[in-house]
Nanobody, 122 residues
Framework: QVRLAESGGGVVQAGGSLRLSCVAS????????MAWFRQAPGKEREFVAG????????YYADSVKGRFSMSKDTAKDTVYLQMNNLKPEDTAVYYC???????????????WGQGTRVTVTS
């Protein structure tokens, strides 16, 4: 059973950077897709970025392209989300998810972390 644990959230001023980490444990990840979602108060959970573990391909929401970068460390079974030039509208709880592929729909993922909060002040 896959278990996911995020870390790295915090409070940062607009224009700043944060790096989120998601450690995955419990099984082989060669066939998995990993993704980051976020959920702001009163809003639905939305796709931010995804990574195909075996193909090492990444996908991004239009709202974060050019600012966010998702990567992996295979030896550590960890994925990262480097967030640069943060904006107040990036404020949300960020969740790591795993599934059988990379999808933009939250319902396609069967494992979720507990979330880490990111607050961007103006």
């Amino acid at each position: 059973q896959v278990r996911l644990a995020e870390s790295g959230g915090g409070v940062v001023q607009a224009g700043g950077s944060l790096r989120l980490s998601c450690v995955a444990s419990g099984r082989s990840f060669d066939s998995l897709g990993m993704a980051w979602f976020r959920q702001a108060p009163g809003k639905e959970r939305e796709f931010v970025a995804g990574l195909s573990w075996s193909a090492d391909r990444t996908y991004y929401a239009d709202s974060v392209k050019g600012r966010f970068s998702m990567s992996k460390d295979t030896a550590k079974d960890t994925v990262y989300l480097q967030m640069n030039n943060l904006k107040p509208e990036d404020t949300a709880v960020y969740y790591c998810a795993s599934g059988r592929g990379v999808w933009a729909q939250a319902g396609r993922y069967d494992r979720w972390g507990q979330g880490t909060r990111v607050t961007v002040t103006s």
